[in-house]
């Protein structure tokens, strides 16, 4: 009997019968606060009806209607409506299928584009699992291990993770725009830079934000070097930090966006947006695939959006946000073994160290299982896997906030020295 690779480990041990809203039900009957959504996927919940409708409604109409072949409805109407919310100019969009693949598609845009070869990423970054986005993945050695040689022309900059430094803020930001600059002149010159690639706030590197000055410092470098300024927004838009997009709380346009995770309500769909001017340079036959742009995914996600506009989601975000970051925060501040606790919106990390201040993998592990066992469902990231994450879908409650911070008040008393 054919099984699942042994390498695939579950966080949890929840095998789930249906979802509904922030719950999980379990084939047990058993009910799960899930504060994963799916990765930051399921955005409008677990099976929103509006979107389980389009879905039905779509899958009686055109299941795949392959894009570079024939258009269908759904695609155009996605695109027109993305254009209400994507940053300004950003008027031309590729799809794709996975975040991964979206990111593939902006470095191959930004050296077609440029005709320069080199990119820059920032430690910490998490980009995907394909060679490309591995070789440009620096959030962790499990992605890019044990299949090298891995893509050339990948550079990595300091990201401005203060607490990991042991600096302020403005002091690890100003170290990491020196250090940008000091790359220029030791490994790849500007004129031979095609892009930055950064997010908004790091994902699997630990739930990082960047701040406006360091993005303010990309952008004014993109801009008199001529290289183009990519905004990874897999995870951190449609919502999900309070604001639509994350690089909206830091005042920075960028050249392109990446998009996937929220976008379709837990349906594969991902993509890029540009300016059609920029899209244009990219090669004939460079942009393509089979299953990108799938009819059902995008009735999807035109659902999302309404019901993303309709229950004021971005709102909600930004105030469940708040009370859950408060709440952590309460935590962490009565626990020696919380060094930090951080976050945008709905992403809220905490991350635990050792009495000398080390990462304190083991007892971050033993809390994310100990939630799980209680009943609350919640991640770990960053480099050494000790911090534990809060990823709850954009439509919970005040009272599901508070179910999950009385959980983990528990959990952490329990676990932490």
Known sequence: MAQLSPILKQATPVVVEHGEGAYLYDTNGRRHL?????IGVTSTGHCHPKVVRAAQEQVGKLIHGQYTTVMHRPLLELSERLGEVLPSGLD??????????????????????????NVVVFQGGFHGRTVAAASMTTSGTRFGAGFSPLMSGVHV?????????????????????????YLFATQTSPQETAAFFVEP??????????????????????????ILLVLD????????????????????????????????SGFPL??????????????PGSQGGTYGGN?????????????????????????????????????????????????????VGSEFVTAEGKPDNATAQAAQKKAAEKGLLLLTCGAFMNVVRMIPPLVVTSEQIDEALDIWGEVVAAVAK
């Not at 996975?98 to 930004?110: F, I, N, W, Y």
């Not at 590197?205 to 360091?214: I, Q």
């Not at 659902?303 to 952590?328: H, M």
Request: with cysteine; charged share 25%.
């Open 34 to 38: 899930d504060f994963t959504a799916g």
């Open 92 to 117: 031309s969009l590729f799809f794709a299928n996975s975040g991964s693949e979206a990111v593939e598609a902006a470095l191959r845009l930004t050296r077609q584009a440029t005709g320069r070869p």
């Open 157 to 181: 900059a300091p990201f401005p993770y203060a607490y990991h430094y042991g600096w302020d803020e403005k002091t690890a930001t100003d170290f990491a725009l020196r250090e940008l600059d």
């Open 201 to 226: 706030m790091l994902g699997e590197g630990g739930y990082v934000p960047a701040n406006a000055e360091f993005l303010a410092g990309l952008r004014e470098r993109a801009d008199e070097h001529g």
């Open 233 to 264: 927004e897999i995870q951190t838009g449609f919502g999900r930090t309070g604001r639509f997009w994350g690089h909206e709380h830091f005042d920075v346009h960028p050249d392109v966006v990446l998009i996937a995770k929220g976008l379709a």
């Open 270 to 283: 991902s993509g890029i947006a540009a300016s059609k001017d920029l899209m244009g340079k990219a090669w």
């Open 295 to 347: 009819a059902v995914a995008c009735a999807a996600a035109l659902a999302t959006l309404d019901v993303i506009a309709e229950e004021n989601l971005v709102d909600n975000a930004a105030a469940r946000g708040r009370q859950l970051f408060d709440g952590a925060r309460a935590v962490g501040d009565k626990t020696a073994g919380i060094g930090d606790v951080r976050g945008l919106g709905l992403l």
